[in-house]
Structures are given as C-alpha cells and as structure tokens.
C-alpha cells in the first residue's frame, strides 16, 4: 500500500509540475514576450518573439508528452485499488494528453519550422495575404487549440488521480 501512495504522490507532482507549467506558459510568458518585444519597436518582434516561444514550447510539449507517457504506463502496472471507471477514464485522459503534446510538437510545430524555413525572411515582413502567412497564422491556432486539450486532459487525469488518493486514505483511515 505504501508504494501505492508514493505512486500517487509522484503522479500528482508531475502532473502539477507540468500543468503549471503549461499553464504560466499560455497565460504569462508567450504573452509578456510578445508584448515586451513589440513594445521595443524591433523590426522583426513577432520573428524574435516566435523563436523563444518556440524554444520554451518544445520543452512544454515533450514535458508534457513524457510525463504523461510516463504515467500512462505506470497506469498499467498500478491503480489497481481504484474503480475500473476512474482508472479507465484516468488513462484515457493521459492517452489524450500525451497524444495532443506529440502532435503539438512534432506535427504542428514540425509543420510552422519548415513554413519559417520556405519564407525566407522573418514572418513580420512577409505580406498578411501571403498564403504562407496565413497557413502558418492557421497552424498557430491549432497549436494553441492542441494545447488547450492537453491542459484539460492533464488537469482532468489529476482529478481522476486525486480520487484515487483520497479513496486511497479513506480506505486506510477505516
């Protein structure tokens, strides 16, 4: 029982650890860094924005892909204490996560890299009409749509995980 709760524990702190993370990310940062460098009246802000954005992204989404990788398998090997119901959704919710980080990151990302790399010139001095600009202003857009999913499926298998620690001492406590 002890490893059980030790398990828990590890799952909740990584799973907070890493919705923070995401979270403070969309809400705080990628904005601030926008903001700050368009502020700076930098020629080519949103390009410079967009590569540290970029940069701190990859750590959120392969983060995000291996925590829940991570707890998803160790999902199959415990939880076995928890009712089939929240254990099942628990590990569907991690599936989720782990399958929207990994698109976010090697699809989506994969696909606004190689759109950067065909314009040949920073985004900011390419036309707003410009297919190109468009499909990646489109990509954007799923990226933080992909992202918004991941976050609802951490935060919904951090629920689910929470259930089972209290069910957990409940059922010690008795």
Known sequence: MRVQKVLT?????LLGIWLGA??????AVAPSVF?????ADLANANALAG???TRLLTIINQGGFEIGLFLLVMSFFTGHVQ???VRVSRMISLAIMVIM?????WVIAARMSALKAAMQLPIDQIAADDPRRIAFSNLHRYSVLVLGVALCSG???FILTTVRANRGISETSA
């Open 9 to 13: 524990i590890l799952a909740l702190l």
């Open 22 to 27: 995401a979270i403070f990310f969309s809400a």
């Open 35 to 39: 903001s700050v460098l368009r502020d």
């Open 51 to 53: 590569s540290i954005i």
């Open 83 to 85: 009712s089939k119901w």
């Open 101 to 105: 980080t990994g698109i976010g990151q």
């Open 155 to 157: 935060f919904a298998a």
